[in-house]
């Protein structure tokens, strides 16, 4: 559990998928009074539950990122961003890579801008609006196929090179964080595998 005040004002990126509306139902059972806010592509407002917020945004558009951020930080200060977005397939033509020769530009790109880029940008337009002496919390979903030193089998090129990606994002943000935001916890968090599409 996070250790946040009674007022916490907590974002959760990715309100769309499994993970991201299992954190929303549990943030909202033991943080009865916190003003939580849901933010996905596509509307989920009436999904999420009692006194969830509800905020279109586009993890592949900074535009959409800084508007997020703008609206939600303008009344008040941030106590935690959890990023819970991740691409490992979609559809049939986007599947996990078994060897080279499956290489594919366009999906890696794909896997870069969800997995890492996306979550980069998160943290480029949220991390400077915590407050800068109180304790707060960013945490990305990483997995642990993004391990380079742990990766035994291969395979899963884009999706194992994207999490490493965001693994080095997110150390970089803790190493900066540490002089302008003593107070502030930064995480990868390993899911494990999910029940989910």
């Not at 969830?52 to 586009?58: A, E, F, G, N, T």
């Not at 490992?88 to 999906?107: M, S, T, V, Y």
């Not at 999706?159 to 490493?164: P, T």
Request: aromatic content about 8%; overall charge neutral; proline content about 5%.
């Amino acid at each position: 559990m996070l250790t946040l005040p009674e007022n916490a004002r907590i974002i959760v990126v990715g309100a769309s998928g499994a993970i991201g509306r299992a954190l929303i139902e549990h943030l909202r059972q033991h943080y009865a009074s916190a003003e939580i806010f849901g933010l996905s592509r596509s509307d989920v407002s009436r999904e999420l539950p009692d006194g969830v917020r509800w905020l279109p945004m586009d993890l592949e558009s900074e535009e959409s990122i800084v508007s997020a951020a703008e609206s939600i930080c303008e009344s008040g200060p941030i106590h935690a961003v959890l990023v819970a977005t991740g691409l490992l397939h979609e559809g049939k033509d986007f599947r996990p890579e078994k060897a080279i020769r499956q290489l594919n530009g366009e999906n890696l790109e794909r896997s870069f801008r969800i997995n890492a880029v996306g979550p980069a940008l998160v943290g480029k337009h949220f991390l400077p609006r915590f407050p800068k002496r109180e304790r707060g919390y960013f945490a990305a979903l990483s997995a642990r196929v993004g391990s380079i030193s742990d990766n035994r089998v291969g395979g899963w090129y884009g999706y194992r090179a994207s999490k490493a990606a965001l693994n080095m994002f997110l150390k970089n943000f803790s190493i900066e964080a540490k002089r302008s935001h003593p107070e502030l916890i930064i995480a990868g968090l390993q899911p494990g595998t999910v029940d989910s599409e």
